[in-house]
C-alpha cells in the first residue's frame, strides 16, 4: 500500500473510531469529581480562612499606627479626678 | 438547522458541566468518551491503563471548562487535554523514548494493497517503537507541527522529523511483508 493512503486511512478511520468505556466508567469519573470538588471546597475554606487572619492582623496594625501617629488619646487610659474636685 | 440547535445545545451543556451540574458533564462525558478513549488508546496500548488516562483527562477537562471559549470545537479541545494526559502518563512510567540513529533519506518503496480496518492500522501503528509511535499519531493522525511535537514531547524539531520518517519507514516495510504475505505486492 502507499504509505500516504495508509496515513490517508489511519486518520480517517482513527479519528472516527470510538471505543465504548467500561461499564461504570461515569460512576468512577463521577467518584473523581466528587472528591475533587470536595477538595476545592476544603482549599477555599482554607484560603478564606488565611485571608480573614490577614485581613484581622493587619486592621489590629493599623489600629496601633493610628494610636501611635494621633495625639488623641482615649478617655478611658486617663487616671480619673474623682467626683471631689468637680467644684 | 438541526446543527445550529445541536451547537446551541452543546454551548448550554458547556456552560451547564462549567458550573458542575452532574447531569450536564454525564451528558458531555458520554458525548465524547468513546472518541476520547480511542485518542488514549492510539498512545496507550492497554486499554485498561487508556481509560484510566481518558477518565483523569476527563476530570482536568470539567476542572477547566470555565477556561473554554468557545471559539474552536470543543471535541478539538478535549483531544488536546487527552494527548497532554497520555504524553504525561507515559512520560511519568518512563515510557517515552526516542531512538536517535542515523538519519538519512533514502526513496521509501510503494506498494499496493487493500483498504485496512482501524483495528488492524491501530495493530500496526502499535508495533512502532514509543517515540516512533508518538510522533507518528501526533503528526499522521492528530495533525501536530513539528514545532508543536517538539514542545510537547520536549525534544526538538530535528528529532521529532527523525522520529517521523523512521515510523514511516517501518511501517512501510511491514505493509510490503504483509502485502507479500496476501500476495498482492
Given at each position: 500500500m502507499a504509505l500516504h493512503r495508509f496515513e490517508e486511512q489511519a486518520e480517517r478511520k482513527l479519528r472516527e473510531r470510538q471505543i465504548a468505556p467500561s461499564a461504570g466508567s461515569w460512576e468512577k469519573l463521577e467518584d473523581k469529581l466528587g472528591k475533587d470538588e470536595g477538595l476545592q471546597t476544603i482549599n477555599k475554606m482554607v484560603d478564606d480562612s488565611i485571608k480573614t487572619e490577614e485581613a484581622s492582623k493587619l486592621d489590629k496594625a493599623a489600629t496601633r499606627n493610628l494610636k501611635k501617629h494621633t495625639k488623641f488619646k482615649p478617655k478611658q487610659n486617663r487616671p480619673s479626678r474623682g467626683p471631689g474636685l468637680k467644684s | 438547522m438541526k446543527v445550529i440547535q445541536l451547537f446551541k445545545n452543546e454551548k448550554l451543556l458547556i456552560k451547564r458541566a462549567a458550573n458542575q451540574n452532574r447531569e450536564a458533564q454525564r451528558q458531555l462525558y458520554e458525548e465524547h468518551s468513546g472518541k476520547m478513549l480511542s485518542v488514549c488508546r492510539q498512545y496507550i496500548k492497554d486499554l485498561q491503563q487508556a481509560e484510566e488516562v481518558m477518565l483523569s483527562g476527563f476530570l482536568k477537562v470539567f476542572l477547566h471548562l470555565?477556561?473554554?471559549?468557545?471559539?474552536?470545537?470543543f471535541e478539538g479541545w478535549i483531544r488536546r487535554i487527552m494527548v497532554r494526559e497520555c504524553i504525561s502518563f507515559l512520560r511519568s512510567n518512563k515510557k517515552l523514548e526516542f531512538l536517535e540513529d542515523e538519519f538519512s533519506q533514502p526513496e521509501i518503496p510503494e506498494t499496493v494493497s487493500s483498504d485496512l480496518s482501524a483495528e488492524e492500522i491501530q495493530t500496526l501503528i502499535d508495533e512502532l517503537p514509543e517515540g516512533y509511535r508518538m510522533v507518528f499519531i501526533m503528526y499522521a493522525?492528530?495533525?501536530?507541527k513539528h514545532s508543536e511535537i517538539a514542545e510537547l514531547l520536549k525534544i526538538t524539531e530535528g528529532t521529532s522529523k527523525s522520529q517521523l520518517f523512521k515510523a514511516r519507514k517501518m511501517l512501510q516495510e511491514k505493509l510490503i511483508a504483509q502485502n507479500t504475505a496476501y500476495g498482492t505486492t
Open positions: - | 470555565k477556561n473554554f471559549k468557545n471559539e474552536g470545537s493522525i492528530e495533525g501536530y
